[in-house]
């Protein structure tokens, strides 16, 4: 199994500290997506431009659709073929399209 890198006491903390950052806006994202301010479609429009939005799991994006748990959240990427670890920026054109149809109806 590789090691991790070997890093400075000031790079460590430098990632730690961009790592926290990402977690926070990360949060941010999935809130705004719950009170309705950003829709699914917008987020995924931003995956390709923005390294934050792309690296959000699939999963956890429907979770914090309103009025979708785990349970529906998994039988739509299922109905839609979409891996449970997929992550935005991965998602393809016909995936993305198909998930917005799925997420559409009631």
């Not at 926290?20 to 390709?48: F, M, P, S, Y």
């Not at 431009?49 to 956890?60: E, F, N, Q, S, T």
């Amino acid at each position: 199994m590789p090691q991790p890198p070997s890093l400075t006491p000031e790079q460590r903390k430098a990632a730690l500290e961009k790592a926290a950052k990402a977690r926070k806006e990360r949060a941010e994202i999935k809130d705004h997506l719950k009170a309705g301010r950003v829709t699914l479609a917008e987020l995924l429009g931003k995956a390709d431009k923005d390294d934050i939005v792309g690296k959000m799991k699939v999963l956890a994006v429907l979770e914090s659709l309103p009025g979708t748990g785990k349970v529906k959240a998994r039988r739509l990427m299922e109905q839609v073929g979409i891996s449970e670890t997929r992550r935005l920026q991965g998602l393809g054109a016909k995936q993305r399209d198909s998930l917005l149809e799925a997420v559409e109806r009631p």
